[in-house]
């Protein structure tokens, strides 16, 4: 399935009906949650309901992801033990501080999918934390499974000791450098939520100044919110034109029998291709 990362909506992982609605939504990516929409008694049940919904993988029209639980909580391997399998393209780690934590979770993700024999799933980390934000650039090159890192707002101001605000000052370095360091490593970024469900213009300005800052697209918490996403997230002509030329060059060295090649200094495969060719079928 061809990566966009316009717009990635969580879904509360121990809500069936959530979770079968879910297939109808037009988000790039959609996230079953196991962590901050699940209350802890509810944990198990998230995991099993999510392990079924993947199972009916061809009914959803989006990506589909997970978020596990936190490094921190130790609740990781069990996430794993049940939602990787045939059907997840990737997980979100919420709370990711440094590189540590996701070589000891990929080397769990490694042994399961061996096991289960599936295809390497991609990771999406997300920044939460002053530790987080610090270490960004390290995290976003940790390797080839990490496609997009996402910018997670309020426990980043709770680690700071600052209260949430729509326009809080405290958010402000930590959003502008996160996108810099993902781009300078070469991955997607995913801006955080909009909370005012009430404030659509709100939502709409956040838009704008989070893809001036170099965002890719935003994480939602609702399916309203999807259109006015895309429509601001919308390709810009200097993607256009990138896009344009790696499926160009991409198709040539197809025809010569080769595989990866170059566009201006930069290796392309398959993946960018096809992601290239998703973002121009988005203008036609």
């Known amino acids: 399935m061809t990566q966009l990362f316009r717009s990635l909506i969580f879904v509360p992982g121990n809500n069936s009906r959530f979770l079968e609605k879910a297939k109808s939504l037009q988000a790039d990516i959609v996230c079953f949650d196991l962590e901050d929409s699940v209350p802890e008694i509810e944990k198990s049940k998230a995991r099993k309901l999510i392990k079924t919904a993947l199972k009916s993988r061809k009914s959803y029209s989006s990506s589909i992801f997970v978020r596990t639980n936190s490094p921190n909580s130790g609740k990781i391997p069990d996430d794993l033990k049940e939602i990787v399998q045939k059907g997840i393209d990737g997980i979100v780690i919420p709370k990711v501080n440094n590189i540590k934590e996701l070589k000891i979770i990929e080397k769990s993700l490694s042994r399961l999918e061996k096991t289960r024999k599936i295809k390497p799933i991609q990771i999406i980390p ?159």
């Not at 309203?224 to 601001?232: E, N, S």
């Not at 997230?233 to 991409?250: G, L, R």
Request: charged share 30%.
């Open 126 to 284: 997300s920044i939460e934390s002053a530790e987080g934000v610090v270490n960004t650039y390290e995290i976003a090159s940790y390797g080839q499974r990490i496609s997009a890192v996402v910018f997670g707002v309020f426990d980043l101001l709770n680690d700071l000791g600052v209260e949430y605000s729509k326009n809080s000052e405290g958010e402000k370095y930590s959003r502008r450098k996160i996108p810099v360091d993902a781009h300078a490593a070469g991955v997607a970024v995913i801006d955080a939520i909009w909370q005012d469900l009430k404030d659509a213009k709100g939502l709409e300005n956040d838009c704008k100044l989070g893809k001036s800052l170099g965002y890719t697209g935003k994480s939602i918490i609702h399916p309203d919110q999807i259109p006015v996403v895309h429509k601001l997230f919308h390709p810009n002509k200097s993607e256009i034109s990138w896009a344009e030329k790696v499926c160009k060059i991409y198709l040539e060295s197809s025809k010569k029998g080769k595989g990866a090649t170059t566009v201006e200094g930069k290796m392309i495969d398959e993946v960018h291709f096809k992601q290239a060719k998703a973002l121009l079928d988005l203008i036609k």
